[in-house]
């Protein structure tokens, strides 16, 4: 999956049927390249191969469903819980790093 075609996807998700402005795909891409940094040295840090540059075609969902929860929850970084006018919200991921250690299984470094 392209870079574009994961944008379009983000925007259908979490703006479906307007159109996003410039600033909103900026904001998305920049989004896009942190779950991408993220995933790869969580998946890769204790790899005995070093971390690749470019992420496997395989976390192109994780990326996207990541950068989704996180951009869903900006504004409540570090909330658990918000109660306002008897209005309950809980969060299945606190933040998108979660997410993303709760689907990808890291490599472990083989020792001895």
Do not use: C
């Not at 703006?15 to 998305?28: D, G, I, R, Y």
């Not at 969580?42 to 971390?51: A, D, F, N």
């Not at 306002?84 to 790093?97: A, C, F, P, T």
């Amino acid at each position: 999956m392209t870079d574009a075609e994961k944008l379009t996807m983000l925007e259908t998700m979490l703006f479906p049927k307007q159109t996003v402005s410039e600033a909103v795909e900026a904001q998305l891409r920049v989004y896009l390249d942190l779950a991408s940094q993220a995933i790869l040295k969580y998946k890769y840090e204790y790899s005995s191969s070093g971390i690749p540059e470019e992420l496997p075609s395989a976390y192109d969902v994780v990326q996207v469903m990541a950068v989704q929860n996180g951009f869903a929850q900006a504004g409540a970084e570090g909330q658990l819980l918000s109660i306002e006018n008897g209005i309950h919200r809980h969060w299945k991921y606190s933040d998108m790093l979660q997410y993303i250690q709760s689907a990808v299984i890291p490599i472990a470094k083989v020792t001895g």
